[in-house]
Each structure stands twice: as C-alpha cells, then as structure tokens.
Nanobody
Framework: QVHLVESGGGLVQAGGSLRLSCSAS?????MGWFRQAPGKEREFVAA????????YYRDSVKGRFTISRDTAKNTMYLQMNSLKPEDTAVYYC???????????????????WGQGTQVTVFS
C-alpha cells in the first residue's frame, strides 16, 4: 500500500512559478503528475521513472515544467515556471509500485493517486 501526500498548489499570476510536491510512503516505481481542468478529461503532465532514468512531458509544458524525484525522501516534485492560465487545473500525483507494460504517460500505469491540489493561474 502506498500513501501519497501532495502540497504546493495555489493561486499565481501568469508568468509566475509554483512547485508541487508529492511525498510517498511505500514502494514506488514510476511517478507522474496528471491534471484535470473543469469540464475536461484528466491529462498527462509529466512523469519520471525509477531512479530518474527517464522523464516525460506533455508538449505544452516542455521547457516550462521540470519533474524530479528525491529517492532518499521518496518524494517527487514538479517545478512549474512561466505559468499560463491554461495550466489552471487540479493536479494529481500518481505512483506505480511495480513495473508494468503501460508507458509512463498512461494513467493506466499507475495504481495509486493523490488527493489532488488546485493550481489557479490568473492573467
């Protein structure tokens, strides 16, 4: 069983920055961030594989967001810079506790989800 605690969401002006954190208790393999805006489906944002061997980003956040993980703390981070109003959403931390056949960008590859943290970007 893996328990996830997210933090770091908030209200920020366009062009500003936020840093999300996701602390996990238990075994973690791939870790990722997804987001869901009102009236839209949940979408992939970024993922980092075990031991930070690989990172993945959706195209719209490349160059602005950076995902990382601290293995010793079992914590994942999402540094979000140059935020835009279209980044407004609830951001969810996701973790898989074992290897699977789903690629890191697929929500099907994660079996634990955080409670979500709101990110609101105003212009």
């Amino acid at each position: 069983q893996v328990h996830l605690v997210e933090s770091g969401g908030g209200l920020v002006q366009a062009g500003g920055s936020l840093r999300l954190s996701c602390s996990a208790s238990g075994r973690t393999f791939n870790m990722g961030w997804f987001r869901q805006a009102p009236g839209k489906e949940r979408e992939f944002v970024a993922a980092v594989t075990r031991q930070s061997l690989n990172t993945y980003y959706r195209d719209s956040v490349k160059g602005r967001f950076t995902i990382s993980r601290d293995t010793a703390k079992n914590t994942m981070y999402l540094q979000m810079n140059s935020l835009k109003p279209e980044d407004t959403a609830v951001y969810y931390c996701a973790v898989s506790d074992r290897s699977n056949s789903w690629g890191p960008p697929s929500p099907n590859g994660y079996n634990y989800w955080g409670q979500g943290t709101q990110v609101t970007v105003f212009s």
